[in-house]
C-alpha cells in the first residue's frame, strides 16, 4: 500500500469517526457502558492510545527495527488500565488529543521516503491496522450506539 492511500484512508477513517460523534450530546458522549464497557469518551482515549503505541512502534521501524509489542502482556488490561488513566480528561482535552496524535502519525508516515518503504516491503501493516482499521471498527460501534439514540429520541 503506497503512503498516499494509506494517509487518505486514515483520514477518512477520522473524518467518518468524528462525523459519527458530530450530533451526539456530550452527556451521552460520557455516559458509562455506552459502547460495551466503555463510554464514548473512553473508546476515542482508547483509540489516541494505540495511535501513540504506533507513533512510537513507528520511531522505531524507522530505524530498521521491527517493534517488539511484548510490553503489552494482557491485552485487554492494557486497554482497560490506559483508558482508567485518561478519564480524568474532559471530553474537549481528549477530541483534542485525538487529532493531535492522529495528525502527528500522518505527518510522520509522510516524512519517510517512499524509497523507504519499498525497500522495507510497503507500510507496516500494523500501522495501517492503527491508522485505519482500528478506527473504523469503533466507529462503527458508536455508529450503532448513535442509530439506537435515534431510534429513542434522544438525539
Keep these: 500500500m503506497l503512503v498516499t492511500e494509506v ?11 468524528l462525523g459519527a460523534i458530530e450530533d451526539i450530546p456530550p452527556a451521552e458522549m460520557t455516559a ?22 504506533g507513533a512510537k512502534a513507528f520511531e522505531i521501524w524507522k ?9 503489552i502482556t494482557d491485552l485487554d488490561e492494557f486497554n482497560d488500565t490506559t483508558v482508567k ?4 480528561l ?4 481528549v477530541l483534542e488529543q ?19 518503504y519499498v525497500s522495507r516491503g510497503g507500510v507496516p501493516s500494523w500501522l495501517v491496522e492503527l491508522v485505519s482499521t482500528h478506527i473504523d ?3 462503527a460501534r458508536i455508529i450503532a450506539f448513535k442509530n439506537t439514540l435515534l431510534a429513542s429520541g434522544k438525539n
Design 85 to 88: 488513566q485518561h478519564r480524568k
Design 90 to 93: 474532559s471530553l474537549t482535552r
Design 7 to 17: 494517509t487518505d484512508r486514515a483520514n477518512r477513517s477520522m473524518g467518518a469517526l
Design 63 to 71: 530505524v530498521g527495527v521491527e517493534p517488539d509489542w511484548s510490553h
Design 137 to 139: 471498527e469503533h466507529a
Design 98 to 116: 485525538l487529532r493531535l496524535i492522529h495528525n502527528g502519525v500522518l505527518g510522520n508516515i509522510k516524512s519517510v521516503p517512499d524509497a523507504e
Design 32 to 53: 458509562p457502558r455506552t459502547i460495551g464497557a466503555w463510554s464514548i469518551k473512553d473508546v476515542l482515549s482508547h483509540i489516541t492510545v494505540w495511535e501513540e503505541e
